[in-house]
């Protein structure tokens, strides 16, 4: 005689997050709140100008979200890399000790709340007991939050997701990953390199990895002139954990993590801070272009 499945026996549909509705089985929609937002058509213009302006509303409250969970949450590293490393795997251990070794420096753990790199990071912080932060993304297909995971957020825009890594970490951390990686690691090298953000080292964690990455840069980018030879400065590549944490409590030994001195035009800059050119122009200053003149 066939025994009924209890509930536990059963596997779990697949559900989406909306805040605080929790979608299943029909009520699951193939698009994603920014998929509908960014994918309009010209074809649609009536639904453009009928759901754009509510929108916002949506988006604002988001970063009000966003800000309101994590105001308190203290000094913090971010921690990248793939979705897709399995338990038990180097890279995974790897990313492990390293959220051991930064929780124990101090800082929160912050990822982006998935499986794999991110659910190792969110562990090895959880070990030493440290605050372990996920900040998730509605996707096509839901990646729900690794139980390592302590306080959680989802977002449905990756422009605001992405603003919380930036504004509540002291620093990112890369280990293998894919084009989410790589999206964040040039988002972020863009802005210290633009000088949006200061004092954030950029530490990418695997030198095989890694290595061909940063000889395209240099061969390619810095020989053809399109980056400096200063913004190899911008980031490190290491294997060692123990350099990692050692790179970013050099960086942020001050308590505010604000320099005690401005740096010497032409000086080295510090991991994660863009050189000073002697030569240019304080774009605030005396010398830069009045408003208007087409300098």
Do not use: C
């Not at 390592?148 to 825009?157: A, E, K, P, T």
């Not at 980031?235 to 050099?250: G, H, K, N, Q, Y």
């Amino acid at each position: 005689m066939h025994t009924p499945e209890t509930p536990h026996e059963r596997s779990l549909p697949p559900e989406r997050h909306k805040g605080p509705v929790v979608l299943r089985r029909k009520q699951l929609h193939r698009r994603t709140s920014d998929q509908r937002f960014l994918d309009q058509r010209p074809a649609e213009p009536d639904d453009f100008t009928r759901t754009d302006p509510w929108r916002v509303l949506r988006i604002q409250a988001e970063f009000v979200e966003g800000f309101d969970a994590l105001a308190n949450l203290g000094p913090a590293v971010s921690v990248f890399g793939s979705a897709r490393t399995a338990p038990g795997h180097p890279e995974y251990e790897l990313a492990r000790e390293l959220g051991r070794e930064i929780g124990k420096a101090g800082y929160a753990v912050v990822t982006g709340g998935g499986p794999g790199v991110m659910e190792a990071a969110n562990r090895g912080a959880v070990d030493v007991g440290a605050h372990s932060v996920g900040i998730g993304i509605e996707l096509p297909h839901e990646q729900r939050l690794n139980d390592w995971v302590d306080l959680g957020i989802n977002f449905r825009y990756f422009f605001a997701r992405k603003t919380m890594f930036v504004k509540y970490s002291q620093g990112f951390v890369a280990l293998p990953g894919g084009f989410g990686t790589l999206d964040e690691l040039f988002e972020a090298l863009t802005l210290v390199q633009t000088g949006k953000i200061t004092r954030f080292p950029v530490i990418l964690v695997g030198t095989d990895y890694w290595g061909p990455l940063l000889e395209w840069i240099t061969t390619t980018l810095v020989a053809d002139g399109k980056v400096s030879t200063a913004d190899l400065e911008l980031f490190r590549v290491t294997d060692s954990v123990a350099e990692v944490v050692e790179i970013l409590t050099a960086v942020h030994a001050d308590d505010d993590g604000i320099p005690v001195s401005d740096p010497t035009p032409g000086a080295s800059p510090v991991p994660g801070e863009a050189a000073v050119d002697a030569a240019a122009p304080d774009s605030e200053g005396d010398d830069a272009p009045a408003p208007g003149s087409g300098a």
